[in-house]
């Protein structure tokens, strides 16, 4: 499983932001500033998807 689909799945299941990215730092073993990369890239992914609806 890759750090997206990781996130997808912690806010699938209604976990907040903070513990999303907490969880992404310490699963990945990433720094704060590497895990909030993946968890913006991941909400850019979502944007593009919502904006093609």
């Known amino acids: 499983m890759d750090a997206l689909d990781f996130i997808h799945d912690m806010f699938s299941q209604d ?5 999303v990215l907490h969880l992404v730092m310490s699963h990945f073993n990433l720094s704060e500033e590497e895990a909030q990369k993946k968890v ?9 998807m919502d904006g093609g609806r």
């Not at 976990?15 to 513990?19: Q, V």
């Open 15 to 19: 976990c907040a932001i903070g513990t």
């Open 40 to 48: 913006d890239e991941y909400f850019e992914i979502v944007e593009t």
